[in-house]
């Protein structure tokens, strides 16, 4: 039980962080159009890239002489960067089809 | 290894960039911006984290090759992002969903013999670990659904059962390994390929119809696997990011079942066509089809003074998109009354058929959406009906043991004639028999979109 109260002192930044964003997300979301449930999937996606930042923390705080997690770190950096770039260009791409014709 | 003030910053102003970007992706007129908002934001993340970061004595080689991993990625993900095409954007969302999830599963491999000891921060490593690789796996599958890989479902005997026992494995196995405090890196592997397992064995039953849901699901797993490393690396950027995904992404899932009529758990346990389908493609329907020339249906058209078409996925696929223009254009400069009548989930994806429309300068006008177009098939002298299937098929009203009863569909059969272009009576996704093509008004146009599209225009240019 202390161990649990140590938990949320030590962490009460980001409980607080984690249950405002819920509520943010649910809101944000609502009343979305039919029509534009691809494109914020698709932004949503992008959007959760940010994994790449762990990925990167991964690497640079791995031991230098461990080539395992090394390589495992560079995959997770390439393939962090695939989701963002990926994800943001095919999103634009996607809603550049959306503006207003003359 | 601390976050300098200057470095938190940067991260409150990207999590604020991120929210903002969401919502204004909601909007039709401010969607483009809220994208490129959001990108703005990532992109300040990454740099910050790479400049401002201090760890313990980096060597150079570790920054050129976290360099060299996002210059291939970006070239990668770019040339993927702009090279294919619209039609396989679905699978694209669900590669670039997979590759985030794949890389949160490398992360809690490579941590976990770090925090051993830690039961706290193994149980955060291995959730994100989990939830990561199921992603990654599912979101797979889902690619291969999509580009026909995978046609039909696969179903295991006891599917149901055996997902949920290997599920419960999953968590029970997790659990041990929480509380033992294990250093075995066995177990984590066999923990990390019991995941892959259950994300396949999670999605292959499912039908290909309803892979916009399960990537939309898949899509908010990845959030939160991102949120778990956020939270084992103290990181307020990634906990923002992967929450509000994980968030977002579940109503999102939600509003595309309501869009369907379908519940998640049916979607999920309840694959198309499991519970009732086999029967109901036994259920044969009597009766015969017509069948119509294009000189034929050119005439109809021509002497009709309302004309509705109903696009479908098989529009995509023979691209078609162009020609269905064109064929529009025309019939419209004859004074007739044409428009567009878009299904929810037509297409791959909800508002697929949009985008692609959308794509070669189709009004955004002559695009109706479903309940808006529905009491005008009455008078609607002509519904062209091409290459849809499940989204016109009237069993949806009549018949509870069809696998996509009460699913919302445009009331076509309403119209005068319906003239059905199709390449052959294959069923549709959901696999199933379709009364509307042995409906006294249909009439079936057998042969590729474009083909058959191709020859319309030239027709009706001559009369």
Known sequence: MTEFIDFISSNLQMIYIVILMIFVGVEVIGHVPAVLHTPLMSGA??????????????????????????????????????????????????????KKKK | MEYTFSLEFIYLIASITYILGLKMLGHPETARRGNLIAAAGMILAIFGTLFLYQGDEVPNKIYILIAIAIVIGTIAGWLIAK??????????????????????????????????????????????????????????????????TFKKPIRLPKYNLLNNLVFLAIIAFGIFMVVSGTSSQLFLYLLFFSALAYGILLVIPIGGADMPVVISLLNSFTGLAAAFAGFLYGNKVMLTGGILVGSAGTILTFAMCNAMNRSLSN?????????????????????????????????????????????????????????????????????????????????????????????????????????????????????????????????????????????????????????????????????????????????????????????????????
């Open chain 2, 83 to 148: 090279k294919v095409d619209m039609t396989k954007m679905p699978e694209l969302v669900s590669l670039f969903n997979g590759m985030g999830g794949a890389s949160a599963a490398l992360i809690g491999l490579i941590e976990f013999h770090h925090y051993v000891g830690n039961q706290l921060y193994i149980a955060t490593i291995i959730a994100g670990m989990v939830i990561g690789s199921v992603s990654f796996a599912g979101s797979m599958i889902a690619l291969g659904k999509l580009n026909g």
């Open chain 1, 45 to 98: 996606n992008a959007i959760h890239g940010v994994i790449i930042i762990g990925a990167i923390l991964v690497m640079i705080d791995a031991d230098p002489d461990n080539i395992l997690s090394i390589s495992l770190g560079f995959v997770a950096v390439l393939l962090g960067t695939l989701n963002v770039v990926g994800g943001f260009v095919v999103t634009d791409r996607m809603l550049e089809m959306f």
């Open chain 2, 267 to 463: 979607v999920i346990f309840g694959a198309f066509g499991s519970s009732s389908g086999d029967e109901a493609e036994g259920h044969e329907i009597t009766g015969s089809i017509k069948k119509a020339t294009v000189s034929d249906v050119a005439i109809l058209m021509n002497y009709s003074q309302k004309v509705i078409i109903v696009p479908g996925y098989g529009l995509a696929v023979a691209q078609a998109q162009h020609v269905i223009h064109e064929l529009e254009q025309l019939l419209d400069s004859k004074g007739i009354d044409v428009k567009y009548a878009i299904h929810p989930v037509a297409g791959r994806m909800p508002g697929h058929m949009n985008v692609l429309l959308a794509e070669t300068n189709v009004e955004y006008d002559k695009l109706a959406e479903m309940d808006d177009v529905n009491p005008e098939f009455a008078n609607t002298d002509v519904v062209f009906v091409v290459g849809a299937n499940d989204v016109v098929n009237p069993a949806a009203h009549n018949d509870p043991s069809s696998p996509i009863y009460g699913m919302p569909i445009l009331e076509v059969e309403n119209a005068k004639h319906i003239i059905v272009n199709k390449r052959s009576m294959k069923p549709g996704y959901a696999g199933i028999e379709n009364e509307l093509f042995y409906n006294q008004k249909t009439s079936m146009l057998f042969g590729d979109a474009k083909d058959i599209l191709t020859k319309l225009v030239s027709e009706l240019k001559s009369m």
